[in-house]
């Protein structure tokens, strides 16, 4: 794998956890211009708070483009003590507002696994968060959603259409 070129366009991979971690790793194998950076271990809240503090993150540029993997189990959680209460939509526009003035807002997708947690994935494929990430990337690769219409990825449809809009499926090679 060759070194990212900041100066041209490059996409962050936010993963919530290891699961999608391992599922983007063939992403970042094929792709120079894409990082997957250290999950962010348990809840939206804490990327909120990373970023809020700039820690971890790298150099962002007019080039960046963000993907942001999380699990729509849509549970109430505490996220911190300013936001006690809220639901990981509400976290995820703060997110993007603290990233404005590093990022534009149309280059920052969310996607991730409806339901329940990425477990629930692994059954449905049956195959390891791995080779899930191959079959995912096969398909954008080829140019089909067939695999991500599944009642577990399907609400990532149009957050791939908008990507593919934006031209990252084209700069990736996929």
């Given at each position: 794998?060759?070194?990212l070129?900041?100066?041209?366009e490059?996409l962050y991979i936010?993963?919530?956890?290891?699961?999608?971690?391992?599922?983007v790793?063939?992403?970042?194998?094929e792709c120079?211009?894409?990082?997957c950076l250290k999950p962010f271990?348990g809840?939206?809240?804490?990327?909120?708070?990373?970023?809020g503090?700039?820690?971890?993150?790298?150099r962002?540029?007019?080039y960046?483009?963000?993907l942001?993997?999380?699990?729509?189990?849509n549970?109430?959680?505490?996220?911190?003590?300013?936001?006690?209460?809220?639901?990981?939509?509400?976290v995820?526009?703060?997110?993007?507002?603290?990233?404005?003035?590093r990022?534009?807002?149309?280059?920052i997708f969310v996607?991730?696994i409806?339901?329940?947690?990425?477990?629930?994935?692994?059954k449905?494929?049956?195959?390891s968060?791995?080779?899930i990430?191959?079959?995912?990337f096969?398909?954008?690769?080829?140019?089909?959603?067939?695999n991500w219409s599944?009642e577990?990825?399907?609400?990532?449809?149009?957050e791939?259409?908008?990507?593919k809009?934006?031209?990252?499926c084209?700069?990736l090679?996929i």
């Amino acid at each position: 794998m060759s070194g990212l070129n900041r100066k041209k366009e490059h996409l962050y991979i936010f993963p919530e956890d290891n699961a999608y971690k391992d599922m983007v790793q063939c992403f970042e194998n094929e792709c120079a211009q894409i990082r997957c950076l250290k999950p962010f271990n348990g809840y939206i809240g804490k990327l909120k708070e990373k970023i809020g503090r700039n820690v971890d993150l790298p150099r962002l540029n007019e080039y960046s483009f963000i993907l942001i993997l999380i699990d729509y189990d849509n549970k109430m959680t505490n996220y911190d003590s300013e936001y006690p209460i809220c639901q990981k939509t509400t976290v995820i526009n703060q997110v993007k507002n603290l990233l404005q003035d590093r990022v534009k807002q149309e280059n920052i997708f969310v996607m991730g696994i409806e339901f329940k947690e990425s477990e629930n994935l692994k059954k449905f494929f049956n195959a390891s968060f791995e080779e899930i990430g191959q079959i995912l990337f096969n398909d954008l690769k080829n140019n089909k959603t067939d695999n991500w219409s599944n009642e577990h990825l399907q609400r990532n449809i149009n957050e791939l259409k908008k990507m593919k809009e934006v031209g990252i499926c084209k700069f990736l090679g996929i």
